[in-house]
């Protein structure tokens, strides 16, 4: 009888990369899937694979992620992370390659009891059950406490080789770690934005006020400081050099940079009132180097067919820019 063939979730944290090399020692063959959207990236789960020596399939989850922000059916976590739905979708999608590529199961990191709400026996069978895959879902590093999968009840998958971990704990695996050699990891928290508050507070004013729909707005919630206009405009404002680069790029109703003295590029996501253009261009004359003037800050406004608009901003109106806080999102 042929070896189970798996494809592991690969993240590039520890219990990822133990889950591969435990089901190696259980006989099976694996491969790393992962998934990239711009609330978290593939870089660790690439350096992990190369490490551990496995081929890696990277699959862009941005549309079923923007989907599952939009409406999560089992809810957010502590910020706008739809953790159940988002892993239970990953799972599916997995096994959907599982399907393609011709193997037997696919297998995760998770650990029972190791976070209180995502973790434990419950929503570990609600996942199993959300994604579909029913006896083919191997969690190598908690197998023990589950029942036997499809792979382990036909022996092609060793279970006398797979672990029984649960809880908090993280010294099994720091010991396992160091039996397989695995030294890069990065630490068990972090790595996807959507789990921050501020990154938060961001995509839930994207979403209720533009719309998820625009993937460009959705990449650059990372970019600049963001305010929320009183007639509901939405403004983009840059902090660096690097950002004003990708801003000034950017397809959008109105940019805005200050035309007499070094200052910030800004883009308008939505310019929902006319009225909104002028506290637009006060916001960029504060952030600008407005003390370098003698005069007004000139802030010119690029519209798309349209002549460029110049706004002459007062500097002791730059100067105050604790008045800005009110409209500012993060
Ligand atoms: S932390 Fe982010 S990537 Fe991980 S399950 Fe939650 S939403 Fe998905």
């Known amino acids: 009888m042929q070896n189970a063939k798996g494809l592991s979730l690969v993240s590039g944290g520890l219990d990822s990369q133990l889950a591969v090399k435990v089901l190696q020692r259980a006989g099976a063959y694996v491969e790393g899937v992962c998934f990239a959207t711009p609330f978290f990236s593939a870089d660790a789960a690439r350096k992990a694979a190369a490490a551990l020596d496995v081929t890696l399939h990277v699959i ?6 923007i989907a599952l922000v939009e409406n999560p059916p089992h ?7 739809p953790c159940i739905d988002c892993h239970a979708t990953m799972i599916r999608r997995a096994g959907e390659l599982m399907d393609k590529l011709g193997f037997d199961f696919v297998a995760t990191g998770e650990v029972m009891g190791q976070r209180p709400m995502s973790q434990n026996k419950q929503s570990l069978a609600t996942v ?11 969690r190598p590093l908690s197998a023990l406490l589950l029942e036997p999968t499809i792979p382990e009840q036909e022996g092609r998958l060793d279970r006398s080789k797979l672990l029984d971990i649960h809880g908090r704990s993280r010294e099994t695996q720091i010991s396992l770690a160091k039996e ?3 030294v890069d990891y990065p630490s068990p928290a972090g790595g996807c934005k959507l789990t921050e508050e501020g990154y938060g ?3 839930k004013d994207l979403l209720v006020h533009e719309g998820l729909g625009n993937r460009r707005y959705v990449e ?5 400081r963001r305010f929320r206009l009183p007639g509901g405009s939405g403004l983009i404002v840059g902090r660096d050099r690097n ?3 990708i801003l000034q790029n950017i397809d959008a109703p109105a940019i805005l940079a200050s035309e007499n003295c070094p200052g910030p590029t800004a883009v308008m996501t939505s310019l929902a009132a006319e009225s909104d253009l002028q506290l637009a261009a006060e916001i960029v004359a504060s952030y600008s180097k407005f003390d370098r003037l003698e005069t007004d800050v000139t802030v010119k406004i690029s519209r ?4 460029v608009q110049k706004y002459a901003v007062e500097r002791s109106l730059a100067a105050d820019r604790s008045r800005l806080k009110e409209w500012q999102i993060c």
């Open 128 to 138: 199993e059950k959300a994604s579909g895959l029913k006896g083919r879902l191997v």
């Open 243 to 245: 950002e004003n680069a």
């Open 75 to 81: 809810g957010f976590g502590g910020a706008m992370n």
């Open 220 to 224: 650059l919630l990372s970019t600049g």
């Open 60 to 65: 862009d989850f941005t549309d079923d992620e």
């Open 201 to 203: 507070r961001k995509l």
């Open 304 to 307: 798309p067919g349209a002549a």
């Open 180 to 182: 397989f050699g695995i």
